[in-house]
Every structure is written in structure tokens, then in C-alpha cells.
């Protein structure tokens, strides 16, 4: 899949200083998700409901 052209966005979480820096893209059927730090490094494809799933989990708080 083609990601040159997508459109990047930073967490809203992502600190000023470089750490903790993730982006996300909305591309046909799924949400890419890089660390900003590697543009060009590797790009996680989830669906929209996977990444939800994903965030819901690492929030909980039980």
C-alpha cells in the first residue's frame, strides 16, 4: 500500500520533545499508525474497530 500521500496526524498525547510520538493516517478500510521518530520505518494497519479495541484496552482502568 502507497502511504506517500496520506495525510499524518500526531497524537494529541505525543510530547513536545520528540518522545512518545505516534501517527496516525486514515487510509481505505484501516487506520496506519507510525512512530513519528521513523517516518520512514515500519506502518501498523489496523481496522478502525482494531484500533479502538486497542486504545479501549490500554486505558481501562480496572
Known amino acids: 500500500m502507497d502511504l506517500s500521500n ?3 496526524r500526531k497524537s494529541s498525547r505525543s510530547t513536545s ?3 512518545n ?3 496516525l493516517a486514515g ?3 484501516a487506520v496506519a499508525v ?3 521518530k521513523d517516518p520512514e520505518g ?3 494497519l ?4 482494531a484500533l479502538r479495541t ?3 484496552s490500554a486505558t481501562d482502568k480496572d
Not at 46 to 49: G, Y
Request: glycine share 12%.
Open 6 to 8: 496520506v495525510a499524518w
Open 17 to 19: 520533545t520528540g518522545g
Open 21 to 23: 510520538c505516534v501517527e
Open 27 to 29: 487510509v481505505a478500510g
Open 34 to 36: 507510525r512512530d513519528s
Open 42 to 44: 515500519p506502518v501498523l
Open 46 to 49: 489496523l481496522t478502525r474497530a
Open 54 to 56: 486497542a486504545v479501549q
